[in-house]
């Protein structure tokens, strides 16, 4: 089985940044995709950045120029820089790692709060 361990997450003031960073723990996993997700108070959990394994990447408009996601194939992990953070980033973060249309994995989530 395959657990993904997400760091990072905590408490900082707006204009600051954080790291997210997951990787896996368990069988070996080869995802297709690598993304994360926010879950805000009161919304649906909804993608913020994802990156193939050819290093395409794609990110939610609001947070484009301000967050980057990287991975590193060899160590099979995925980090997310957040910069110039803002309250409404605030929520719970979800690492999600994809093999499209056959399995995927999700994280436990690690919350971020994003003080004004």
């Known amino acids: 089985q395959v657990q993904l361990v997400e760091s990072g997450g905590g408490l900082v003031q707006a204009g600051g940044s954080l790291r997210l960073s997951c990787a896996s723990s368990?069988?070996?996993?080869?995802?297709?995709?690598m993304g994360w997700y926010r879950q805000a108070a009161g919304k649906q959990r909804a993608l913020v950045a994802a990156?193939?394994?050819?290093?395409?990447?794609n990110y939610a408009e609001s947070v484009k120029g301000r967050f980057t996601i990287s991975r590193d194939n060899a160590k099979n992990t995925v980090s997310l820089q957040m910069d110039s953070l803002k309250p409404e980033d605030t929520g719970v973060y979800y690492c999600?790692?994809?093999?499209?249309?056959?399995?995927?994995?999700w994280g436990q989530g690690t919350l971020v709060t994003v003080s004004s």
């Open positions: 999600n790692w994809k093999r499209v249309g056959i399995f995927e994995v």
């Open positions: 990156i193939t394994s050819g290093g395409r990447t």
């Open positions: 368990g069988s070996i996993f080869r995802p297709n995709v």
